[in-house]
Every structure is written in structure tokens, then in C-alpha cells.
């Protein structure tokens, strides 16, 4: 039985099916409304396919349970029978459910069970039971229907203790395995940390009696992320959870928003609010637990004693004026008034984080009431605020906790603007706010290098707040910084050093990976950005802290020694000694070895170790194109070359293999010689590595390569800076570029921050001098025909 002339039943004309496709291409249902009356239409179709069948019940579990029926969600169905209703009965019945939904193409999701067999199924799989409390009777016997709902709650709150770590922990292996949805570029919005599988499990805990989700903004955010589903499912006419790049733009256009970061900031407030309420059950959850398991022992140390009704009162532990350790929470004091009192939410959040504590949720909901701050702030208030920034890992719980009340854009309005917005790119773990957070916890770890480590404190905390705004994030920063500063009382010489941090905070990493630290005008940049010592001492420890934070790819030990050796160079300037350019290094014996193996036979010599490849080639057209072309065929990722001219050319790369070992130096050398004799077509080996790289992409285009002249880059050479997507063979098709414009490459710089290079080239026309302004614009037009 096929169900072929079942499939069509319903209200209009064409049934079920012409019905569904009618209400999913319409335009004014939308949201809830959408999935209730998608929902209703489904229960009347299999009502009507099940029709009159005594002992037997179809039950909705699931989202289906709770009505919220999504265009591409499973059909969560079960098909409940007593004993009497009969095995042959039973399987008629379920062939003519199953079959029409099959038939209609319909993910389903069904079993078929006594009342007993669910009970025995649930006290086994989690899963199951958490299903049944969504139970929603369909059609059939709907007393059968209602004893099954019944014994699943009662079994539920009877072994709720077991239940419940066991819940957890399925939660938490799942966001090891997902991620949190508010930091994922391609969240996924159902089983990320802080999506509608979370959500539901909070709907789980609610329903044990033992504790309850914070309410204020939850179901709202569960909409949204249901809304966002909904949009998902009707653009790509998929059962999917991903919010993968490619589908931002029309999922966003279909919800009526601008663009895909209006989109993801939504989606990742929603998580925010999802992850922080689970935080926050959890932590009840286990409190109510211990209490419980503790309270017998008490009992009977006290020996049914202790005030009315056996009651024992709770030890508090003072932590600050008017705060308190209670059961392992910050809470607040009886005697506390936040009405009266506008620096205690930053107190009690630094009382928190310094003793490793989470702020109690009902602490929190009453310091929202505290009344805003005077300005300029008085000096306990900024305090107060160091020393919540200065706690280390404890700081995130404890801003986290002001944030979900809002206390924080209070405090500092400009906030707002940073909040969950998204990082569109792969080297940035978090986003603008959370990242900004980290940033300061990194800072902490680094305050003892510092003479002011407050105004590292502060820097870290508003490095990137210009990222609100439209502009160069580190300009507009610099001027919000100012008035942060002047808001909370900082005096005007601390807002300016605070502003120079803000606006130059990108400076030592950029210029220490892109530029050549021997140039005299590389160290001359970063002496008038930042004048003083002192500043310049709180500019490193801040670029390593935001490094840091950033993410494993933004610092390693190879950026972290070419920062300090920069910052060495810029401090002996500040002090007094001349800026000179450094003789060039005489060549060492291996490389005097190699040049001379070179002229001997005429051919390439090199030694590869130690990330270091020196390279000896004698002088001939297109010996950088062909060492570029032939490292990236090895699949070696360079950070940096430079080259000395003559008879023969010596080159030294830093290098760094992109996964599995290094190359044997005998095929490197091997592969350069066919290069140079024109044996090896690099770009046809290159290009077919390309496309099958562009074959597998995933995601929105990149932005088109940009190629510009670093204006005072240096005195003696022109430096050319590529931006553009990393990609196989990028630095052999920059080089053919140079080469064919008959330029000599000086050195080479390159910083690969994820899918990003930012490389620097410094060049000089054949007679050794900088371009003039016309030939470095045919240069620059050159390299970016390349990159097309």
C-alpha cells in the first residue's frame, strides 16, 4: 500500500500537498504565524490519513510537538497502540501514515510503541524522553495520548537528578564539537552552543521543577534563530542548519535585513542570550543538586537542630562593600541599595572576578537598577573598573553577566556598537566585543612589564571600539577613545597616550612583518608615531595581547622576535642613538660554500633547515619568479627574502611548510634547475593547483586583490604592499610580474594573517634608486594584472 490516493487529501484543491507549497510561497505569513499554520495544516492531513482507529494514537514529539513546524524540518511522529490493538492492525495503520509522507518527498522521523515500550525506550535514550515532554496528541485515542505525556513528566521529575548531569554533559560534548554559534562564521543554528538545541534543553530543566531559565529576551531569541532557520530552509529549499557564507546575503534579504552582518550580529545576539541563560540554569541546576545531597548529611551532623524547621542559614563571606559570597555565587549584600549606590555593579562584578566567582542572576537584575555614574566618573568607579579589567579569566563571566542586563552599554555607551558584531575574518576567534574582552584578560597577564599598566588595561579594553563605525576603525577609535577617557576622569595627558595606543595598536605588527626592519625609515615611522618610551613599552605589550586574543594564526614565535627586535631598534632611537641603516651581512661560510658550488657548476645551490632556506643561483633572468614557483609547488609557505646581487645571486628565505614534513633539499634543487632551463612549467603546475583550490571553495568571493606604493616606506627603494587572497603560487605570479618589468627586487616581506596575505616588496629600478612616480604606477598596474 503506497498511500497514493492518501497523499492528496486536505482543504483545497490538490490537497496536502498543493496546500503546503501555497502557504510556503506566500508572502504575509511569516515567523510563528508560518509555523503554526504549516503545523496545523500537517495535523490535518494525518489525522485525515489515519482516520477511525480504536486503541491507537499518532503523537507529535519534537518541534513538531511544540508546533513549530519549519518548511524543511523532519516530521517527528509516534504511533502509540495498547497491546489489544494488534500486530496487524498496528502495521496497516502505519503503512497508511508512512507511506503518503514518503511519497511526498517528507523527511520522517516515526516509531511505533506501546505505552510501556516508551517508558522502557526513554529511561534509556535521552534523546527520547526529552522528545516526549513535547508530546502533542494528533489524532486517535487522546487518552492514550495524555498517559503517555503524564508518565513522561513524572518520570522526568522523579529521576531529574540523574537526568539532568546527564543532560549536561550531552550539552557540553556538543558545543566541543560545534562550537559556540555567536563566534562561527557558518554557525550552526540548531546544535552551535547557543541554539535551539540549547534552548530546548532549557525547556527541559524548567520542566523538572528543580530550576528555571532566566525568562527576560530568551523565547524572543529563540524565535529569531527559528525565524533565521526558516529563511535558511526556504532560499536553499534544504533541510540545513548551516548559515554557510554563500547564503547571508538572501537569507538576510528574505528576513528584511540589509546585509549578511546585520544578519549574523542578530543571530549571534540571540546565541549570546541563549548561551548566557544556559550558563546561568546550569549553574542553578548544580547548586540545587549539591544542596540537596548535602542537606541529609547536615541533618544529621546537626542532629535535626538548626532554627526553624531544621533551616540552616546560609554562610556569607563579605568581598566587598556590599557584596557577598553565598553558595559559591557573588551576591549582593542585605544591607546593599544599587538605587543608591551607582559604582556597585562595577564593584560587585570586580569583587566577582577577583575571587573566581559568577555574579548571582538576581544580584544582577537588582544592580541594573543602580542609577548612571556622575561625570566625569569618581576616581572608585575607574578603579573599580581596573580591577574587574585586571582580574585575568574571570573578567569574561563577570562583563558577560553586566552585558546580559545591558549595565554595560550603560556604563559605556559606545558599547553598543561593538556588540556581537561579527569578524569577517578566519584569524579572529571572537567577536568585536568578546575579542576586545580577551584582549584585556591577555593584558593582565602582561601588566608587570609595564610602568602604567592601567592605561594598558584601558587600551586593551578600547583598541577596537572604532569598529562600530564606518572609517579606518583605528582613526575613529583614537577620537572614542578621547572621550571614554574624559568620561571616566582619566587627566588630559593619560586621554592623550590612551588615544595614541588606540589609533596606532596595529602599528608594531604591521610594520614588523611587512617592512625591513634595517631600513631607517621603518624605525623612523614607529620613534613619531608613538615619541615617548614609555608609550612605546605599553604599544608592544598591547600588541601582544590583542595578537593574542586574535587567535594562534595572528602570533607566533617568528612575529613575536620581529616585534621585539623593531621595538628594540625604535627604544635605542628614543634614547638617543642614530638611526642607521645596518651594513650588509657579510656572507657566512655556508653561503660562501653555496656561492661557490654555484659558480662551479653553474646551477643552483642550497641548504634547507631550521625554516631557513639559503639559496646560491648564478645571476640570470628569473631566478625570484622560479624560486617562488618552485617553494609553493613544495607546498613551503614563505615569511621573508631578501637577495644580494652579483655573479652570483644569494637569497635567504624564512620558510615555513604548510602541513607534513619539509622537502628533501635534492628535489628542491632538482625542480629549480628544470625552472631555470625552462623544463618545468611552474604556471601550468601552478594553475592546475588553482582550480582545483577554486573547485572546493566554499563561501562568498574575496575582495579583489589591492596592490599600492607604501608612501615614506623607505628612502631607498619603492615599496610595493599587495593585499589579496592567499592562494598557491600567489608570490611566483607577483614576482613574474616584477621580473617582467624589468625591476629588481631588494626583499621581500610576507604576513599571512588566515585566507590573508599582506606581502611588501622593496624595489629599486636597474640603477639601484627608488622608482620614479610614473614607472612605480606601471609597476603597481603590472602586479595587479597579475593578480587577476
Not at 337 to 360: F, I, Q, Y
Not at 575 to 583: D, F, H, L, S
Request: hydrophobic share 45%; aromatic share 4%.
Amino acid at each position: 500500500m503506497t498511500g497514493t490516493n492518501q497523499e492528496t487529501t486536505g482543504s483545497g484543491p490538490g490537497g496536502y500537498a498543493a496546500d503546503r507549497l501555497r502557504l510556503l510561497q506566500q508572502q504575509t505569513l511569516t515567523g510563528p504565524p508560518l509555523r503554526a499554520a504549516l503545523a496545523r495544516l500537517t495535523d490535518g492531513w494525518l489525522a485525515a490519513l489515519l482516520g477511525h482507529a480504536q486503541d491507537v494514537a499518532l503523537v507529535a514529539v519534537g518541534g513538531y510537538g511544540r508546533g513549530e513546524l519549519s518548511p524543511r524540518s523532519d516530521l517527528d511522529l509516534l504511533l502509540l497502540h495498547r497491546e489489544s490493538a494488534g500486530a496487524d492492525r498496528v502495521a496497516a495503520v502505519a503503512d497508511r501514515l508512512w507511506y503518503p509522507v514518503w511519497d511526498l518527498g517528507l523527511a520522517l522521523d516515526h516509531s511505533v510503541r506501546t505505552p510501556a515500550q516508551v517508558r522502557k525506550v526513554a529511561a534509556g535514550d535521552l534523546k527520547v524522553h526529552l522528545g516526549l515532554l513535547d508530546a502533542r496528541h494528533l489524532a486517535g485515542d487522546a487518552e492514550l495520548t495524555a498517559e503517555v505525556r503524564a508518565a513522561a513528566y513524572r518520570d522526568w521529575r522523579a529521576q531529574a537528578p540523574a537526568r539532568l548531569p546527564e543532560l549536561r554533559e550531552s550539552c557540553a560534548e556538543r558545543a566541543g564539537r560545534q562550537g559556540e554559534l555567536r563566534f562561527l562564521l557558518e554557525p550552526d543554528l540548531k546544535e552551535a552552543r547557543g541554539g535551539l538545541r540549547d534552548a530546548t534543553a532549557l525547556r527541559a530543566v524548567a520542566a523538572s521543577w528543580l530550576a528555571d531559565a532566566p525568562r527576560q529576551g530568551l523565547e524572543e531569541a529563540r524565535a529569531l534563530l527559528l525565524d533565521t532557520r526558516d529563511a535558511l530552509h526556504l532560499t536553499t529549499g534544504r533541510a540545513t542548519d548551516r548559515l554557510t557564507l554563500q547564503e547571508q546575503d538572501q537569507v538576510a534579504d528574505r528576513l528584511g535585513l540589509p546585509d549578511a552582518d546585520a544578519l549574523l550580529r542578530r543571530v549571534y545576539q540571540a546565541a549570546h542570550t541563549v548561551g548566557y541563560a544556559s550558563d546561568v540554569t546550569w549553574r542553578e541546576v548544580g547548586r540545587v543538586l549539591r544542596s540537596r545531597s548535602a542537606r541529609p548529611r547536615l541533618r544529621r551532623v546537626l542532629g535535626g537542630r538548626g532554627g526553624r524547621g531544621g533551616f540552616v542559614e546560609p554562610e556569607r563571606t563579605p568581598l566587598a562593600d556590599g557584596v557577598v559570597e553565598q553558595d559559591g555565587e557573588a551576591v549582593l549584600a542585605r544591607t546593599a541599595r544599587p538605587e543608591r549606590d551607582p559604582v556597585l555593579p562595577l564593584r560587585a562584578a570586580a569583587a566577582a572576578a577577583r575571587a573566581g566567582l559568577p555574579l548571582s542572576t538576581h544580584a544582577v537584575r537588582r544592580l541594573a537598577a543602580a542609577g548612571p555614574l556622575p561625570v566625569p566618573w569618581p576616581p572608585e568607579a575607574r578603579e573599580q573598573l581596573l580591577t574587574l579589567l585586571g582580574a585575568g579569566e574571570h573578567t569574561v563571566a563577570a562583563w558577560e553577566a553586566l552585558e546580559a542586563e545591558g549595565i554595560i552599554s550603560r556604563l559605556l555607551p559606545e558599547w553598543e556598537r561593538v556588540r556581537c558584531r561579527p569578524q569577517r575574518n578566519a584569524v579572529h576567534r571572537w567577536t568585536v566585543d568578546r575579542h576586545l574582552v580577551e584582549t584585556a584578560v591577555r593584558a593582565a597577564a602582561l601588566t608587570r612589564r609595564v610602568a602604567r599598566p592601567d592605561l594598558l588595561l584601558l587600551a586593551a579594553l578600547l583598541h577596537d571600539l572604532g569598529k562600530g563605525w564606518p572609517g579606518d576603525h583605528s582613526v575613529t577609535g583614537a577620537v572614542l577613545a578621547r572621550e571614554v577617557a574624559a568620561r571616566i576622569g582619566l587627566p588630559e595627558e593619560d586621554a592623550r597616550v590612551l588615544a595614541v595606543l588606540v589609533r596606532h595598536h596595529l602599528l608594531l605588527a604591521e610594520t614588523a612583518t611587512r617592512r625591513d626592519l634595517d631600513d631607517p625609515a621603518t624605525v623612523g615611522t614607529v620613534v613619531a608615531a608613538v615619541g615617548r618610551a614609555e608609550t612605546l613599552e605599553l604599544l608592544h605589550a598591547l600588541t601582544e595581547a590583542d595578537a593574542l586574543a586574535t587567535g594562534p594564526a595572528a602570533w607566533s614565535d617568528w612575529r613575536a622576535s620581529l616585534v621585539a627586535e623593531l621595538v628594540r631598534r625604535a627604544a635605542a632611537v628614543l634614547a638617543g642613538e642614530p638611526a642607521v641603516a645596518r651594513a650588509p651581512q657579510a656572507p657566512g661560510p655556508g653561503q660562501l660554500l653555496l656561492a661557490e658550488e654555484a659558480r662551479r657548476t653553474g646551477g643552483p645551490a642550497l641548504t634547507l633547515g631550521g625554516g631557513e632556506l639559503l639559496l646560491a643561483v648564478p645571476d640570470q633572468p628569473g631566478v625570484l619568479p622560479a624560486v617562488a614557483g618552485v617553494l609553493a609547488l613544495h607546498r613551503l609557505a614563505v615569511h621573508s627574502a631578501e637577495l644580494t646581487g652579483g655573479p652570483v645571486l644569494a637569497l635567504r628565505w624564512r620558510v615555513a611548510v604548510e602541513y607534513g614534513e619539509l622537502p628533501q633539499a635534492g628535489r628542491l634543487r632538482a625542480d629549480l634547475a628544470r625552472a631555470l632551463e625552462g623544463s618545468l612549467d611552474l604556471a601550468a603546475r601552478l594553475a592546475e593547483r588553482e582550480s582545483a583550490r577554486l573547485g572546493r571553495r566554499r563561501g562568498a568571493e574575496p575582495a579583489p586583490p589591492s596592490v599600492t606604493v607604501a608612501e615614506d616606506g623607505s628612502r631607498d627603494a619603492t615599496v610595493l604592499e599587495v593585499r589579496a587572497e592567499d592562494a598557491p603560487g600567489l608570490l611566483y605570479r607577483v614576482a613574474r610580474a616584477l621580473e617582467a618589468a624589468g625591476v629588481r627586487v631588494r626583499s621581500a616581506h610576507v604576513s599571512t594573517l588566515g585566507a590573508s596575505v599582506v606581502d611588501a616588496f622593496y624595489v629599486t629600478g636597474p640603477d639601484g634608486a627608488p622608482l620614479a612616480g610614473a614607472e612605480a604606477a606601471e609597476v603597481v598596474a603590472a602586479v595587479r594584472g597579475a593578480l587577476k
